[in-house]
């Protein structure tokens, strides 16, 4: 009967240990992105102060005055969460948490959420003064690439 118990912990724990893995492995699985602009905006490079003061909705215009306009996918988008960490230091709920506080408080807005890569596309390049992130393989040209330093 021990010996029973201990097999079938030492189950339960290898199937737990596996699930977390695989789930670690989902959210980290993204193609490689970059961080996108309407081919109107000048800017080349960024740092990444500017950048998290940009998608954290306190940085409003481009170096010349311009506007900038925020684009950003789900919540739950497997590229957004990779953004949020990788680019911004941020969870996706701390970065809600803080759009909310602005639309809440009335002193600012959240940024526009697209429901998908192609319309994130379309929008970056439709849209003067726009910013977004996508993964390489969606690109086509129509977007310049902003690269953070």
């Known amino acids: 009967m021990t010996i029973k118990i201990k ?3 030492l189950i339960s724990s290898i199937c737990l240990l596996l699930g977390l893995l ?9 193609e490689p992105y970059e961080i996108i ?3 109107g905006v000048h800017e080349k490079t960024l740092s990444k102060n500017a ?5 954290g909705m306190r940085l409003h215009t481009w170096p010349d005055g311009s506007p900038i306009h925020v684009f950003v996918l789900p919540d739950e988008a497997p590229l957004h969460i990779a953004f949020s960490k990788e680019k911004l230091n941020v ?3 701390q970065l ?4 909310d506080r602005l639309v809440f408080s009335g002193t600012g807005q959240a940024p526009e959420t ?3 890569p192609e319309e994130m596309l379309a929008k970056v390049g ?6 977004g992130y996508l993964t390489r393989s969606r690109m086509d040209g129509s977007v310049n690439v902003l690269h953070v330093k």
């Not at 950048?51 to 998608?55: G, V």
């Open 22 to 30: 695989f789930m670690a492995g989902k959210t980290c699985a993204v």
């Open 7 to 9: 097999i079938g912990h």
């Open 51 to 55: 950048l998290r003061a940009i998608f």
């Open 114 to 116: 697209v429901a998908s």
């Open 91 to 93: 969870f996706p709920y």
């Open 37 to 39: 602009t309407n081919s």
């Open 96 to 99: 809600r948490a803080a759009w």
């Open 126 to 131: 439709s849209t003067p003064g726009a910013i």
